[in-house]
């Protein structure tokens, strides 16, 4: 399912108006609207808060919106444990996908790393995040066990506002 989509089904099964969600988040009814038609995405900010709102996991929340960055040739029985050190996530796995870019202020995150639906990394800008799918790629084409992630930034939540360290 598309985050637009989502966002939708969501939405209705919190019992709230694209008015209420859009008062809720300091939006525009007409945002929220292109939102859950695929039109545009929300801020990293107001991503935060939506999965707070609509008590979901960012991860659930955006978990279907993520373009796959594998070759094509990847089995699934080719794994790697990817280790994440600014968010303490572990995970093994065969593929990684990265999200679509966030808006989001100056010192906000534009992409977010994902390994089976699960949150992996922030990064700063759509080359570090290809550079990281990459190495994983190479890691898991030359049978490496491990790999840790080298460019992803390290942020904290500052007032609702992920912005990097």
Same mark, same amino acid.
């Given at each position: 399912m598309?985050? *637009?989509k989502n966002l939708q089904t969501l939405r209705r099964k919190?019992?709230?108006s694209q008015e209420g969600l859009a008062e809720?988040?300091?939006v525009s009814r007409q945002a929220v609207s292109k939102w859950e038609l695929g039109e545009g995405y929300p801020e990293v900010e107001k991503l935060l808060i939506l999965s707070k709102k609509l008590n979901v996991s960012l991860d659930s %929340? %955006? *978990?279907?919106?993520?373009? =796959?960055?594998?070759?094509?040739?990847?089995k =699934?029985?080719?794994m790697i444990r990817i280790i994440s050190p600014n968010e303490g996530v572990i995970i093994s796995t065969s593929k990684v996908t990265r999200s679509q870019q966030f808006k989001?202020?100056?010192?906000s995150p534009k992409y977010a790393l994902y390994a089976q639906n699960t949150f992996l990394a922030w990064y700063r800008n759509l080359d570090d995040v290809t550079r990281e799918i990459t190495?994983?790629?190479?890691? %898991?084409d030359a049978g490496a066990a491990s790999y840790t992630l080298q460019y992803s930034v390290k942020c904290r939540q500052n007032l609702l506002r992920t912005i990097e360290d």
């Open positions: 598309s985050f *637009g919190n019992q709230l809720m988040l300091g %929340l %955006l *978990g279907a919106e993520n373009t =796959p960055f594998v070759s094509e040739n990847s =699934p029985s080719d989001g202020g100056k010192n190495e994983i790629q190479n890691a %898991l």
